[in-house]
């Protein structure tokens, strides 16, 4: 079992590289950004098409070497409208390695600004989704890393504008098989544009079979003709789901509480030009976003699901927009390993994860995990935000969203308290984690954590901080030997789900029982079933992983909110549901 892509095997001639198992190039001999502007930017009216839009939104199939992206890029920067948003959202199931890409694109120096922006934000190539965001340009790639047939069900997005870009059908028929032509009709706005380079009769037919009307046009250098496409209907109608995504809205969104969840959300809206407030008496960061440290790790699972797909994702989007803020310490860390039960465990996990994944003899290194400053990173995020502590502007809000940690209205999320303790001495070199951690913090004290209590009250900081100390000279005796005196402790309570996993999107309304019912007993979906007029939205339980999760979830809330693509795979946000416990208790019976 893997968690991550293969790379495709590759040759390389003078005029780029060559899939030698799929017996195709990546992009013309003669001219690959001239075919692409020709085939598809051209094909699909670009640019007339996204000029008056507020959001327009590309679709591909094949990735490739990212070509196509960065031309629509280079465009969209020269001809976007005000205050417009393009999103690119592509699948890819062989994605090249960052070394292949750069060096395929260095073929095209008018491209290379954009390139080196690509490649530095070039993602790990484990399977699910993955985003990337281009602020400056208000450019948003989202990569499906997996095959069509897996990838196409778990896009939710309304794409205006389709690069049809696979290997040709006669190697690789999988991209141009009869399920995909149905996914493009349920994805394809009213008026969605198509284009590709072939002209093959199944493609032919699979397009007009979906609802598009089809029409051959003169192809490019040595092709003779190619295909340009609108589609027409008839329009599927959407399924019904128990986990749906946030109608969106408009007007001022109101995010009731101030740590790392209400920031990240406030962040990502306000990226895209909403009118946001924070509502929390206590200001920023003053529960248990608050800690004096913390470490970004990721959840990690011997297992292909939907959860750790969307979790691992959320681990390296809080990891790149971190990074971009400058407030992490990317030193690795080092989890230590019980037994011999545990040491397979994790081999078997490290195996599963590829690159950055390393057992040795010390136990597993992970290279891409980093500690921060979780303060910093919380008035970072939020800071051109309007902080207020009355309640009485929740009366200006237009949708509010529930980010109160343990106080969120939701009766699945349970209290779990925790303390730190801040030792002077010589920190390790790098983080160490075993169920408990150490670490140096921003002025090289030592943080010990941390303890785990049921409910709010974390107990007495002497027991805890002596507990804390015995846990350490167990695990790490030299570290413990270099420790000083407690210069400190800190406590906080953190939000738990039965799962242990986090909660995005709207509660069950009081008709979800009724409908629901039938259909989490085994019987068919209910058809025209209408969402709920105002439903109460959360963005908690998060655990001693906010700092790893919120972003993520909070870049989802905020794409449904502004009618954008997901940043997830439709699983994976089912997965972070609040739904989820209402329908396994109506599948139970209860």
Known sequence: MKLFCDPPRLDWRDTGPVAPDFGDIYFSAQDGLAETRAVFLAGCGLPQAWQGRDCFTIGELGFGTGLNFLAAWQMWRDTRPDDGRLHFVSLEKYPLRR??????????????????RLIAAWPQPLK??????????????????????????????????????????????????DTVWPQLARLSRPGARAATFTVAGAVRRGLQGA????????????????????????????????????????????????????????????????????????????????????????????????????TLAAFEYARQLYDGLGLLQAEGTLRLLRDEPEARRYDAIADAMGESYEIRDDGLWMDRAARFSPQDIVHALARDCRIVTETESLLEA??????????????????????????????????????????AMKDRRVLLGATHEKGADPGPAEAAIKALRADLEKRCPETAARLGGVGSSWAGVRA????????????????????????????????????????????????????????????????DLCGEPSPLESAGRAAMHPARFRFRALKRGD
Request: hydrophobic fraction near 45%; aromatic fraction near 6%.
């Open 128 to 177: 699910g989704a993955h985003r990337l965001r281009f602020e400056d340009d208000r450019v948003t790639l989202t990569l499906f890393h997996d095959d069509v047939a897996a990838a196409l069900p778990q896009i939710e997005a309304s794409i205006d504008a389709w690069f049809l870009d696979g290997f040709a059908p006669s190697g690789n028929a999988d991209m141009w098989a």
């Open 211 to 310: 609802g598009f009307e089809v029409e051959k046009k003169p192809g490019f250098g040595r092709k003779r003709e190619r295909l340009e496409a609108r589609f027409a209907g008839p329009f599927p109608a959407p399924q019904a789901t128990p986990f749906p995504r946030l109608p969106a809205s408009d007007g001022t969104i109101v995010i009731r509480g101030g740590g790392i969840a209400g920031a990240s959300l406030a962040h990502a809206l306000q990226r895209r030009g909403r009118d946001v407030a924070i509502v929390d008496p206590d200001g920023l960061a003053a529960g248990a976003s608050g800690a004096p440290s913390g470490l970004l790790t990721p959840r990690l699972e011997n297992a292909d699901r939907p959860h750790v797909r969307a």
């Open 496 to 559: 738990t789900t039965p799962d242990r996993l986090p909660v995005a999107g709207s509660l069950p309304g009081p008709k979800f029982d009724t409908i629901w019912r039938a259909a989490a007993r085994g019987a068919p979906q209910p058809v025209n079933v209408t969402t709920e007029d105002s439903p109460q939205i959360v963005l908690s339980g998060f655990g001693s992983r906010g700092f790893a999760h919120a972003p993520l979830m909070a870049e989802a809330l905020a794409s």
């Open 99 to 116: 070394a292949d890409a750069e060096r395929a694109l260095s073929a095209w120096p008018e491209l290379a600004p954009l390139a080196e």
């Open 398 to 439: 237009s949708v509010i969203v529930d980010c109160r940690g343990p106080k969120a209205a939701m009766a699945d999320l349970a209290a779990s308290a925790g303390r730190v303790a801040v030792f002077d001495g010589s920190p390790p070199a790098h983080p160490i984690v075993w169920g408990g951690y150490v670490s």
